[in-house]
């Protein structure tokens, strides 16, 4: 199995339910410290024409090497979504656990996250689109929580599988994959 497909499998359709579907992005946005602007317009398209890689997904493999802080030096975020509400621009950086992943005892995957977020507020990549605030996200199976606990202060925003396949069972197409029919 090729690197990040098992997590592709998962990012991937929360990436295209956050552009096609109203109801599920007001309800992560809901979940966030951006509450108060749940009905934020997803910048999807100004993200990719950004990025100037019409090979790239908007969402996919952010990362910069020119910053060597703790939080950037090459790391990447999962999946990033740059919002607009009126004159605010605000970013969150979700990293995407799919069920059998970890993170590493060091700690530093998931510290990493909220100081990468803040840097790219102040000194975005070039190819980030630029924004006014930003926070950190994570996707995970409800199951590992417990194994997470040390890391999940690194995460305001915390929304498990388990979640979106409830309240948006259309989202979660890894359930598909899992049952062997094509996304």
Partial sequence: MKY?????????PIAQAL???????????????FAEHADARLLNTEMSAHRKNAAAEWWRFHFTERCRCDGCSGKETDLLAIFESGDLRFAIHFEVKQPT?????????????????QCWVSDPPPKVLPHHLASTGLFFSERKRGEYAEHLPNFPTLIAFEEIEKEFPHVAGWLEQQNGSAM
């Fill in 19 to 33: 552009v096609d579907d109203a109801a599920f992005r007001k309800w992560v946005l809901s979940k966030s410290v």
């Fill in 101 to 117: 992943d970890i993170f590493k005892k060091d700690g530093i995957q998931s510290r990493g996250y909220p100081l990468r977020a």
């Fill in 4 to 12: 990040g497909s098992l997590e592709y499998r998962y990012a991937a």
